[in-house]
């Protein structure tokens, strides 16, 4: 237990502190360096995709697809285009003798359809060639997971898993 001694030495010590201090004090600003908070580093989770050799077997067989198309091109380019002028025929003699023109004109439009549906198919293959490259390729782009081997080996330009794309196709 504090005496009563102590107790009024200790509030005569309060006051003499207090009015010493009495006086108004200056404000003095503290410099403080301003350090910029870095955000935390997040590491985007590690994805194990195929291995080089699965990715080279890819490739070829992208690569096939895209010569057969290219060559596809080419004999449709062939048909739609006289040869000696280099221009887009505009009538088949041989079947406008015996056939009318509209059916001429139909035929020339499929094969114009068959052109754009083949070019928009090689699009395709280069954008999975350009994935291949940059390391994305096999990954859905829906769910992020592996997309079977036997897919990407039916439909080599696939992005999406058999269950995101039956999903978005209904």
């Known amino acids: 237990m504090p005496t009563k001694t102590s107790k009024k030495s200790s509030v005569a010590r309060m006051k003499v502190r207090s009015t010493k201090s009495s006086k108004p004090r200056k404000a003095v600003a503290l410099k403080v360096p301003?350090?910029?908070a870095k955000p935390p580093v997040i590491k985007p989770p590690v994805r194990k995709g195929y291995g080089k050799q699965d990715l080279e077997h890819f490739k070829k067989i992208i690569l096939e697809k895209r010569k057969e198309i290219l060559?596809?091109?080419?004999?449709?380019?062939?048909?739609?285009?006289d040869v000696t002028t280099g221009e887009y025929v505009?009538?088949?003699?041989?079947?406008?003798l015996h056939m009318e023109q509209g059916t001429d004109a139909m035929e020339r439009e499929k094969?114009?359809?068959?052109?754009?549906?083949?070019?928009k198919f090689l699009n395709y293959l280069d954008d999975a060639l350009k994935r291949?490259?940059?390391?994305?390729?096999?990954?859905?782009?829906?769910?992020?997971?592996?997309?079977?081997?036997?897919?990407?080996?039916?439909?080599?330009?696939?992005?999406?898993?058999?269950?995101?794309k039956m999903k978005k196709a209904s």
């Open 34 to 36: 301003k350090v910029k």
């Open 111 to 119: 094969t114009f359809l068959f052109a754009s549906r083949e070019g």
């Open 71 to 81: 060559e596809e091109l080419e004999s449709l380019k062939a048909t739609m285009m």
């Open 90 to 96: 505009t009538e088949n003699s041989t079947y406008s």
């Open 132 to 164: 291949i490259e940059t390391g994305t390729y096999g990954f859905c782009t829906e769910c992020g997971t592996l997309i079977d081997k036997a897919r990407l080996e039916a439909v080599p330009h696939a992005q999406q898993c058999v269950k995101c």
